[in-house]
């Protein structure tokens, strides 16, 4: 990105929201400010950065502005003099070889103050930590080409600093071999620039720089799913023509990129990435062949598994209909362009990628492409139940569909049997990762498309009377996981929620009507007040409302307590409240 | 000439969004309370990257009106 175009777009419309970032370094960041305003503003157009620049020179002391002034989000950018003044260019003070092992004492100081103070920081505030993007001066008498015993101990303790800071809960680490690819580490310094105006980066590696940064503080949301193709796609050759046996993914067989696909697909698997497969093939063949041991991706974790001759936009419609999610969360991996553009004209919102059979470098460079569509920063226990849950969920509704003998539809019979368990637990925790999760990536039972921040979720919690409650879900037929979350306040008998999501895994239990009564109870109020907004895809909250409110158009709807006792079916969970 | 103007005041509409387009061919650090220094140093970052040209530290001094930066980019060839 070039200064000019950072300039024009880091200047947001005026009804965007405001997301105020604190920028932590030690030197004058200057450019850097104004490209991560546009990359952030890039990556998510409906906020408005505003990034305010910490103490020059001191970067702890800008850490306890960042714990002080609770931002939206903070960067910490170190180079390395400041983990020791004397390890920068501008200060040129002299440092004799003798004082080497006072200058590692002092980084070694300055690790424990600098991670002491990061905790404190990002208690409240997402936090994201840079470590040095130029190269380590010159400080022994060592030649350029041999690593010093003086530099290697300055290495450890930055990694040491880094490992510890990654495990803290709202630090993220920017990635050193994604930023050495976009922004080659030799092309980075600008010393005219930084004796000048101590600002030390060329402009490119200041934009690359910013973008990285970007996607670490506020990362675009995940995709959900993912289905592959079989035949040199998940392994190399054709089942219909070598057979069960033949079909390869080893060294032996040129094939290791498709080994290492594999390992890749049940990597997501394991964060919760929903599989399938869609390929055009005999049924029966690739059920065998997806039971051979040796799959590095077990075929337990492909689900629906689609192998026939239809069209795989038929094959694709039929696994979107089973997940139950939108084709803007899911990409299509196959290695025929034909095949590719099909799916991808009937689902043109579809992120449809080919897979490079013969060309190795680019399907390592596909794996990483997907690596970062794919990728979140914390995986949660909830993410690993997802396929369970999905195929939990599928034998719920197989066995929810009545049989002709029923007479009735049987559906309250069907929910009493079902032995349904929902905890229902009340809040004000905004470090709940999985609620936030929950509201920004629920489209369709969502009160009003509502998305937030880290920092707004936290500002939104820490109101005055506000609430958040969270629902737990299980069933004979499995565990869900946590899937709803309501937020709002109460203030004085007004009882205002003002975020509502539920899994579309959790329709058809009456788990929202729990919900709606779980607040009545706990607030003892006669309405409640529901921030509502139509989406293009919130029908089906709009649904569950029409039984209590008639036709929903208003942006605020009411509740009352007699209309949702009158119109409320039976509800048979066993419910525990927290 | 009138491609080099025009190239500049992109430049400094950049750096000064408030101005509107009369304001900028007669602006100066003394017309725009916001000119201070950083602004300088952006705006010599801009025209180096608008331009492709590498400017001296020490022509920084011209950077402080419309007029004084035309006339620098001319004096250096800037558009011929």
């Not at chain 1, 592959?228 to 033949?246: I, K, P």
Request: proline share 7%; hydrophobic share 45%.
């Amino acid at each position: 990105m070039k200064l000019m175009e950072a300039l024009r777009l880091a200047r947001a419309p005026a009804d965007a929201e405001p997301f105020p970032v604190f920028l932590a370094c030690g030197f004058t960041p200057l450019h850097l400010a104004s490209f991560l305003a546009a990359h952030l503003r890039r990556l998510h157009p409906r906020l408005a950065p505003v990034v305010s620049v910490g103490l020059y020179g001191d970067v702890p002391g800008s850490l306890i502005r960042i714990a002080e002034q609770q931002p939206a989000a903070a960067v910490v950018l170190l180079e390395w003099a400041d983990l020791d003044p004397r390890l920068g260019r501008r200060s040129a003070a002299g440092v004799a070889l003798a004082d080497l092992p006072d200058v590692l004492a002092g980084v070694q100081e300055r690790v424990e103050l600098l991670l002491a103070r990061l905790g404190a920081a990002a208690e409240r505030v997402p936090t994201a930590l840079c470590p040095p993007t130029l190269p380590l001066p010159a400080m022994s008498a060592a030649a350029g080409w041999q690593a010093h015993g003086f530099e290697l101990r300055m290495q450890a303790e930055l990694a040491g600093l880094l490992a510890t800071a990654a495990e803290m809960p709202n630090v993220r680490v920017l990635a050193s071999r994604r930023l050495d690819r976009v922004s080659p580490p030799g092309a980075r310094l600008d010393p005219r620039s930084e004796f000048l105006s101590d600002f030390p980066y060329r402009l490119e590696h200041a934009s690359a720089l910013a973008e990285q940064l970007a996607a670490l503080l506020a990362p675009p949301p995940p995709l959900k799913g993912l289905i592959t193709d079989l035949d040199d796609t998940l392994w190399r050759g054709l089942l219909g023509e070598v057979g069960v046996a033949g079909v390869h993914w080893n060294l032996e067989g040129h094939s290791q990129v498709h080994a290492l696909y594999q390992q890749m697909l049940r990597r997501l698997s394991e964060a919760g990435v929903l599989l399938a497969v869609a390929s055009k093939n005999d049924g029966e063949l690739v059920r065998v062949a997806l039971t051979r041991e040796d799959l590095v991706v077990s075929d337990a974790r492909f689900f629906p598994v689609e192998a026939h001759w239809s069209p795989k936009s038929e094959s694709v419609a039929r696994i979107l209909r089973a997940w139950n999610i939108g084709a803007d969360a899911v990409a299509f991996v196959d290695d025929s362009p034909i095949e590719l553009a099909e799916v991808g004209e009937a689902f043109p919102d579809l992120l449809c990628l080919r897979f490079p059979t013969d060309d190795e470098g680019a399907a390592l460079d596909l794996m990483e492409q997907l690596q970062d569509r794919f990728g979140k920063p914390t995986v949660r226990s909830e993410d690993a139940l997802r396929a369970v849950s999905l195929r939990a969920d599928q034998e719920f509704r197989r066995a929810s569909t009545p049989s002709p003998s029923d007479g009735g539809d049987g559906t309250d019979t069907f929910l009493a049997r079902a032995d349904a368990h929902v905890v229902l637990e009340f809040s004000t925790d905004p470090t709940d990762g999985r609620a936030l999760e929950l509201v920004n990536k629920t489209n369709q039972f969502n009160l009003n498309g509502r998305r937030y921040t880290e920092g707004a979720w936290r500002d939104e919690l820490t109101k005055v009377g506000s609430f958040l409650l969270t629902v737990t879900y299980q069933d004979r037929f499995g565990p869900l996981g946590k899937i709803a979350v309501l937020t709002g306040r109460c203030d004085g008998a007004e009882v205002r929620v003002t975020s509502w999501v539920m899994s579309c895994r959790a329709f058809a239990r009456r788990i929202e009507h729990r919900c709606v009564e779980a607040l009545f109870q706990r607030f003892a109020t006669e309405q409640l007040v529901l921030e509502y907004a139509a989406t293009p895809r919130n029908g089906p909250l709009r649904e569950f409302l029409t039984p209590y409110l008639g036709d929903v158009t208003a942006s605020e709807c009411v509740l009352r307590r007699d209309d949702f006792d009158r119109h409320c079916p039976p509800l048979f969970h066993h419910v525990e409240v927290r | 000439m009138e491609e080099l103007r025009e190239r500049l005041s992109q430049c400094v509409a950049a750096v000064f969004p408030d101005l509107t387009p009369q304001e900028i061919p007669v602006a100066s650090v003394a017309s725009v309370s916001n000119w201070d220094s950083m602004a300088t140093v952006t705006l010599h970052t801009l025209v180096q990257e608008e331009f492709g040209i590498e400017i001296d530290p020490d022509d920084l001094e011209q950077f402080v009106s419309y007029e004084l930066i035309l006339a620098y980019l001319q004096e250096a060839g800037v558009g011929r």
